[in-house]
């Protein structure tokens, strides 16, 4: 019999999608970071994110702050992933009977201090109990003003692959946190992850910004899925991936690869677009003096194969996926 394990989290989603709504107000349904829905004259963005402990938290590790934070921040990351504005939020929790009151509350205290940066109401939710493990879902519900949305779909050969900031450095924050290393600028990357909003939106509203993806499972993965999207390929050039001194001081210490930990680590919530290479002189300028968050080219879309190469070559790498190895 088929399990999960035998066709991964993305395979399982493709089947999942068979089941997705049909209609003209759905302009995006399952496969992109969030929904977007036609409300009268609204575009409506809805995404929902789930932080399982033992998966994405450990709570001997974690403060139940953080988890909140956390998962609240990788939620609303989604809305940045199209360009939007978060509104609302409802989050969705599952306990076992012996939890602190004062961890709960700990642990709403880190959603709303995330959500009132970004000007986002909780305005609902759901509680449940549990066996042993607390499971936190926040679902996050933005809107897309006029025609700005970018979606996974829409990158051209020849565009080039670009990042926000840099990546990596919550992968190393994780290993860091599992060590007992005090790297606090590694932890609040791991711990603390900043959603893109101002980014995705000045991304959306200005021409040649083609596709975007915000970098949750790796940059292997999501730029893979950008690249899927659109039937191209996707080169990353390693010459172009400099480590952030923290990160590359703490691999150099602990004898860990920091190319490595860029390429597939996770959770680092920065986001990846496409853009056109002959705009994108131009763009950064302007996005520069306009906003500051660094850019980095990190690739190139191509059409002579698909998938993703780093350097030209077929790799072992991977991001992060739920039911594989
Ligand atoms: P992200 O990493 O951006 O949060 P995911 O990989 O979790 O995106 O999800 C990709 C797409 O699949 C999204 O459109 C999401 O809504 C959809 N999806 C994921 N899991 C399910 C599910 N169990 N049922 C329905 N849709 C799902
Ligand atoms: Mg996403």
Known sequence: MKTINDIGEFGMIDRIGRFGAQSMDVLTGIGDDCAVLRMGDRKVLVST??????????????????????????SLSDIAAMGGTPLYCLVSLSCPKDTEVAFIEALYQGISNLNSAYGVGLVGGDTTGAFDRITLDVQVIGEAKGSQVLRRKGAQAGDLLVITNTVGMSAAGLKAIRAGHSVPELIAAHYRPIPRITEGQWLAAHEGVHAMIDISDGLIQDAGHIAHANQLGVNLLTEK?????????????????????????????????????????????????????????????????????????????????????
């Not at 853009?275 to 131009?282: G, I, M, T």
């Not at 968050?293 to 992060?320: A, I, M, N, Q």
């Open 49 to 74: 994110d789930m932080a399982v402990e033992g998966i994405h938290f450990e709570r001997e590790l974690a403060t139940p702050y953080d988890i909140g934070y956390k998962c609240a921040a990788a």
């Open 241 to 325: 991936l400099h480590p952030a001194p923290s990160l590359e001081k703490y691999c150099w210490e602990n004898n860990l690869d920091a190319l490595s930990l860029m390429l597939s680590g996770g959770e680092d919530y920065e986001l990846a677009f496409a853009v056109d290479r002959s705009k994108s002189k131009e763009l950064f300028t302007l996005f520069n003096q306009e906003i500051r968050t660094p850019l980095c080219v990190v690739g190139e879309f191509t059409h002579d194969w698909t998938g993703v190469r780093v350097d030209g070559k077929v790799t072992d790498l991977h991001g992060f996926n739920h039911f594989v190895e």
